[in-house]
């Protein structure tokens, strides 16, 4: 129960810090509102904790034996997300209101787990920090799968009530144009720390 407790605290510090996830759901928020962007939320919500889950079982083990093919995943990850932010920085208000643009739907947002940096961080640490050698493995990632699950809808859904709250706010097309290029440059900086991960792998090589 202890580790239960921690692996909630775990979930909670990681899910309600700014990420590529809550950027994004937030900018959902102000240009659409709750309504049309509860299928994103909900991608997020059920398809990060499949991830960690799948993550606990075995794709862990196969990007130890693979380790390029989870770099190459990081450098495809980090390219989608640059032009997300791009779509989000260069999303006009105007063209949003007629209806032009859509938010993610369901599918979009649990598949984007995948290429999602910061989440490939968030599920190998918990699961690496949270089984233990002589622990029972399937009730261990249970556990760890079942916190981030229990964190996700009250954590993304405060950046996606607080996107709304803005919406009314930033109905001045100017605000919210300014708003949305701050997302964007937001969502870049988020990908920074991956970015130096992967100039250290490529280009500055141990050993």
Do not use: D
């Not at 699961?127 to 009250?154: D, Q, R």
């Amino acid at each position: 129960m202890e580790i239960f407790i921690a692996v909630l605290f775990f979930a909670f510090s990681t899910t309600i810090t700014p990420g590529p996830n809550n950027v994004m759901i937030m900018s959902s928020g102000v240009n659409y509102g709750i309504r049309a962007s509860m299928p994103h939320f909900l991608g997020i919500c059920f398809g990060f904790p499949l991830m960690v889950l799948l993550v606990g079982f075995g794709f862990g083990v196969i990007f130890e034996r693979f380790p390029n093919l989870h770099q190459l995943i990081k450098v495809v990850g980090v390219l989608y997300l640059l032009w997300l932010a791009w779509h989000i920085a260069s999303a006009e208000p105007k063209a949003i209101k007629k209806g032009e643009k859509k938010p993610f739907n369901f599918w979009q947002a649990a598949l984007f787990q995948w290429v999602n940096a910061k989440a490939w961080m968030m599920a190998s640490g918990a699961v690496a920090a949270y089984t233990s050698v002589n622990g029972n493995p399937v009730v261990e990632v249970l556990a760890i799968t079942l916190a981030f699950f229990l964190m996700a809808f009250p954590c993304v859904g405060s950046w996606l009530l607080f996107g709304s709250l803005l919406r009314k706010v930033l109905a001045n097309s100017v605000f919210q144009r300014v708003f949305n290029i701050t997302m964007g440059l937001i969502l870049v900086a988020s990908i920074i720390p991956v970015l130096q991960e992967l100039w250290t792998f490529y280009f500055m090589p141990t050993g």
